[in-house]
């Protein structure tokens, strides 16, 4: 160990030490948006035909969703995906499958069971889901983002004690590990009859350096 003398000759301890640990911080709030996804499927031996069904029932589910109110940049479309239905044993081509994605946000939760009943009622036949949302996730993030950072403080004021060692409680270094740009969201199935918002979970974590000094 390594000592300075100071102009009233008391010794201090120059070597320095590291104290790293990771804070974390969980919030759980209820939804106030939800994105249903659906897929509209049509399937037949003729490539053109499926696809112009495929077209057809999509464009009437569009103009239900218009005329019940959605807007429309709040409805997102995926292009249109084929595949080929093969009978293997006989090596033969037996239909196309034209799928197309269909993305609705629904900013009011009271129409959400509207809304899925109408896409059901308009042809949507694959693959339906709804994911439950904040519409302001960074607010929360920022809560979440708070508590990691006592976390961290916390943990280092314990981790301190226990191997009896000094430290400054400013840390020297912060690194926010966790995205606000990533939400968790809960997922619902569509085979559920109670279409009730969910709890999205937003977390955050931080790693913090403190700088300790030996007894």
Known sequence: MQFRNNNNNICMPTNKGYLSV?????????????????????????????????????????TSLYDYGIPKE????????VTRNYDYTNNVLISYKVSQLISILINDLSKLKDVYELVIENGANDDISVDFMLSNPSYYYSKALKKASQ???????????????????????VTEVSSSLQPITYSSSS?????????????????????????
């Open 22 to 62: 990771n804070g974390n911080g969980y919030i759980e709030v209820n939804a106030d948006i939800a994105k249903l996804n659906t897929r509209v499927t049509s399937e037949n031996k003729s490539l053109e035909e499926a696809q112009e069904q495929n077209s057809k029932i999509v464009n009437i589910l569009l």
């Open 74 to 81: 709040n409805i997102h479309t995926e292009d249109i995906s």
């Open 151 to 173: 976390d961290a403080i916390n943990k280092a004021s314990l981790l301190a004690k226990n191997f009896s060692l000094k430290y400054n409680p400013i840390p020297s270094k």
């Open 191 to 215: 085979n559920f009859q109670d279409l009730a918002p969910g709890l999205v979970k937003i977390r955050a974590e931080v790693k913090a350096v403190f700088t300790t000094f030996p007894f």
